[in-house]
């Protein structure tokens, strides 16, 4: 069954109209405001968002390159479901990723950049103390976002930030670890150690193993849920 499509807000008149739909279609779908399954035909995107078809249609292109949406038979674009072999496969890439962002900021963070990430930290434990696994999810993208950007690589960022868009559309999945919140702040505080004493290879390592506690997690709840699960079940690329 495909989702209803939501009203969206409309975007400002101006330049860049394509640039502007494919942001508001993107935050939509990463807050789960459009979760999979959600048709995104032309002419409904373009009506929701006030402009013609030529900018909805290179957002939804933007969108579908991003995997955040895949074309399906006789729809069109489908907002992604990405399923836990889709989690495996992008885990086994951040590990390398994510642990290379952080061998880079320990090398370039600056003392205002830590201050930063302990702030983030020190929210985090207040949320997770209050219970609020929405802003537990929201502070945990925001700690490594950081790191990325600390990172200041570009091309690094890039492919980062796409498989974190496509993790926060399978946050129902992701969340339902006991005792992972805890356990991924205290991960993030050893990191943050790591980079305070600007050691490229320690920070590098904690990093790379928070992200293999995460992917191992992904794999155990895999078999847990589904022996012999077949690979034709995965989310379409």
């Known amino acids: 069954m495909v989702a209803a499509f939501p009203e969206l807000e409309p975007v400002a008149v101006g330049d860049a109209l394509a640039d502007q739909a494919y942001r508001r279609l993107r935050a939509a779908i990463v807050e789960r405001r459009l979760p999979p399954g959600t048709r995104l035909s032309v002419p409904d995107v373009a009506r929701r968002l006030g402009v013609s078809r030529s900018p909805a249609r290179e957002a ?38 994510e642990g290379l962002a952080a061998r880079l900021a320990a090398s370039r963070i600056t003392e205002g950049e830590l201050d930063g990430l302990r702030e983030v930290a020190r929210r985090h434990r207040e949320a997770i103390e209050a219970g609020d696994v929405a802003r537990h999810m929201d502070l945990d993208q925001e700690f490594h ?43 993030h505080e050893l ?30 709840r895999d078999g847990q849920e589904g022996e012999g699960h077949d690979d034709g079940h995965r989310a379409p690329r």
């Open 145 to 187: 976002l950081r790191i990325r950007r600390i990172a200041r690589n570009g091309r690094l960022l890039e492919p980062l930030e796409r498989f974190q868009a496509q993790v926060r559309i399978a946050m129902d999945t992701t969340r339902r670890s006991p005792g992972g919140m805890p356990q991924a702040l205290a991960e």
């Open 60 to 97: 939804i292109a933007q969108i579908v390159g991003d995997g955040l949406a895949t074309f399906a038979p006789r729809k069109g674009a489908v907002v992604a479901t990405v399923t836990l072999a889709d989690l495996r496969e992008i885990y086994e890439i951040r590990e390398v990723l």
């Open 191 to 220: 990191i943050i150690a790591r980079l305070a004493g600007r050691d490229p290879e320690g920070a590098e390592a904690s990093a790379r193993a928070h992200i293999i506690r995460l992917r191992r997690e992904l794999v155990s």
